[in-house]
Each structure stands twice: as structure tokens, then as C-alpha cells.
């Protein structure tokens, strides 16, 4: 089973670009997760979304857009990137309660902006 | 909103010596989490603890769910070099945000050969 899958893996922008950011799971699970992670900070949400057509903002959503037009993906995107968005950009799944299992994560997205 | 204080922050240990972590909040939660972060990798589910009280062993890990919900420990025996990595808890309440994980800071292991 592939799981989540994130791509890109690597991407440099420059300040101002756009980009999306991929998320595919094949899990037929309800709910997706968008965080971004930075040193010392943990895990932050971005924006996450309990099924197809319908997404919510979490905790640091300013400057990220999201998309949930088919269940198995959520797309992420950056309309004008600021160098503050260098991270590494985590996607995440999980069952309708999320809780027999936690989430399942994807390997990353590391993006800089310069 | 609800936050999680994950200590230590980061160790440096020797290869064979156990290690402890904890998790502390200042409200309940119903279901307590452990992850492990690989470098490189995203997070992967180590245990999930579901009842107060609950002490749960996988291999060489032990984690235990704090009776009064609001914290919960993992240890590790003998460690080695393979348990390099980040751990974070997270902590969930049904119903809550549609039960979205509140994560710790993560403690980074570190281990001599």
C-alpha cells in the first residue's frame, strides 16, 4: 500500500511564485491534514478537511489555500510565497474519528523560499 | 487553545541506556498518542493509549496513559542507534475540531554508539 504520498519532495521558489503542493492517500479515509513543521515548533495545522468538498482552517492557515475536490486528494497552495514559508510541509490522513490509528503521514515536502 | 509541554526538549544518550519522555496538558484528553520521526521521514504511530491508567508496551517502548488525563510518558529500554529521531505525543478529544491531534514540540533522541 502506497499510503500518502506527497510530491513534490523537494522545491526552491522564488519570493512572490505560486506552487501547489500535492497530497494523495489511497486508505479511503474521510479526513486529510495539511502541517507545516519548523525547527523547535512542532507540528502546526494549516488546514485540514473532513471529506470531499469541504476544508477548515487550523491553526497557522494565513497565506495557504486548499482544495478538496476528490477524497483521496487535498492540494496545497501558495498564491504568492514568502521566505517565512520555508519549511517542511507535512500531509496527513486519518479515519472519519482518527483514532483507531492517529493519522497517517506522508514523507514530506521540503520547500524554501528565497 | 489546548497545548501540550513535551520534555526534554532534546538528549544525548549512550547506546544500551533507557530514556523517558513526557507529556503534560492543562485539560483532558481522551486518546494519547506517541509518533516517531525518522530524518527525513514524516511521523509514524508508535502507540496509541485509549484509557486513564492504560500502560502499553510495544518491543523495547512502554507508554502509559496519566490517570488524570492530562499527561502521559514513554520510555524506552536498552536504547540503539536505530531509535535516532524525533518523538512527538499528541493528544485527542473526541468531538473537539472534529477530533484533530494537538501534537508536542517533539523530544530529538540522540544516541551514541
Known amino acids: 500500500n502506497a499510503g500518502v504520498t506527497q510530491t513534490p519532495k523537494f522545491r526552491v521558489l522564488k519570493t512572490g511564485q505560486s506552487m501547489t503542493l500535492l497530497c494523495a492517500q489511497d486508505?479511503?479515509?474521510?479526513?486529510m491534514y495539511w502541517y507545516r513543521q519548523d525547527p523547535g515548533m512542532g507540528l502546526r495545522l494549516i488546514h485540514y478537511s473532513v471529506g470531499e468538498g469541504t476544508t477548515a482552517k487550523g491553526e497557522v492557515p494565513d497565506g495557504y489555500n486548499v482544495s478538496r475536490l476528490k477524497k483521496q486528494n487535498f492540494l496545497l497552495g501558495l498564491e504568492s510565497a514568502a521566505p517565512s514559508q520555508t519549511s517542511v510541509y507535512f500531509c496527513?490522513?486519518?479515519?472519519?474519528?482518527?483514532?483507531?490509528?492517529?493519522?497517517?503521514f506522508g514523507s514530506g515536502t521540503r520547500l524554501t523560499v528565497v | 487553545g489546548q497545548q501540550l509541554n513535551q520534555s526534554p526538549q532534546s538528549m544525548f544518550i549512550q547506546e544500551g541506556e533507557d530514556v523517558s519522555m513526557n507529556c503534560t496538558s492543562s485539560s483532558i484528553f481522551n486518546t494519547w498518542l506517541w509518533y516517531k520521526q525518522d530524518p527525513g521521514e514524516g511521523p509514524v504511530l508508535l502507540i496509541a493509549?485509549?484509557?486513564?491508567?492504560e500502560l502499553t508496551s510495544n518491543g523495547r517502548l512502554t507508554a502509559q496513559f496519566g490517570i488524570t488525563r492530562k499527561d502521559s510518558f514513554l520510555n524506552i529500554s536498552a536504547s540503539i542507534p536505530s531509535d535516532v529521531g524525533i518523538y512527538f505525543c499528541a493528544g485527542q478529544n473526541y468531538g473537539g475540531s472534529q477530533g484533530n491531534l494537538i501534537f508536542g514540540k517533539g523530544t530529538k533522541l540522540s544516541v551514541k554508539p
Open positions: 493509549l485509549y484509557k486513564a491508567g
Open positions: 486508505m479511503n479515509h474521510e479526513y
Open positions: 496527513a490522513s486519518s479515519t472519519r474519528s482518527g483514532t483507531l490509528r492517529g493519522y497517517t
